[in-house]
């Protein structure tokens, strides 16, 4: 049990190669369409979705051809027709690995 000496583990965010290319081209294609300070925005938003996903790693759903790995789908806006990100994660001992972050226009199919 957590105690004020002994405070609960922060679960941490692995990334893998693949995750790190996607997330340098999210935030290029962000700063050269919608400009410098959108692209932080988004990339601050992204980096809150990984942090609760690693708190909470059973909100995404099991990828059925990939059992061991899960799929999360953040969206700023959460209407049904908003586009989005899909973070592709398995759980680890210390937290979440991120494999992949598409855009839910791209059929990931090809990159997991």
Same mark, same amino acid.
Request: hydrophobic share 35%; proline share 5%; no cysteine.
């Given at each position: 049990?957590?105690?004020? !000496?002994? /405070?609960?583990? $922060?679960?941490?965010?692995?990334?893998?190669?693949?995750?790190? =290319?996607?997330?340098?081209?999210?935030? $290029?294609? %962000?700063?050269?369409?919608?400009?410098?300070? +959108?692209?932080? @925005?988004?990339? !601050? =938003?992204?980096?809150?979705?990984?942090?609760?996903?690693a708190e909470h /790693?059973?909100?995404?759903?099991? &990828?059925? $051809? +990939?059992?061991?790995?899960? &799929?999360?789908?953040?969206? &700023?806006? $959460?209407?049904?027709?908003?586009?989005?990100?899909?973070? =592709?994660?398995?759980?680890? /001992?210390?937290?979440?690995?991120?494999? @992949?972050?598409? +855009?839910?226009?791209? %059929?990931?199919?090809?990159?997991?």
């Open positions: 049990m957590a105690t004020e !000496d002994n /405070p609960p583990k $922060q679960r941490i965010v692995h990334h893998t190669a693949g995750s790190r =290319f996607d997330l340098i081209s999210v935030y $290029q294609y %962000n700063e050269v369409t919608y400009g410098k300070e +959108h692209a932080e @925005r988004y990339l !601050d =938003f992204i980096d809150g979705q990984l942090s609760f996903l /790693p059973a909100a995404g759903h099991i &990828v059925e $051809q +990939h059992p061991s790995i899960r &799929v999360y789908t953040a969206k &700023v806006r $959460q209407r049904r027709a908003a586009n989005g990100h899909r973070i =592709f994660y398995r759980l680890i /001992p210390e937290g979440i690995e991120i494999i @992949r972050i598409l +855009h839910t226009a791209m %059929n990931w199919t090809g990159y997991i």
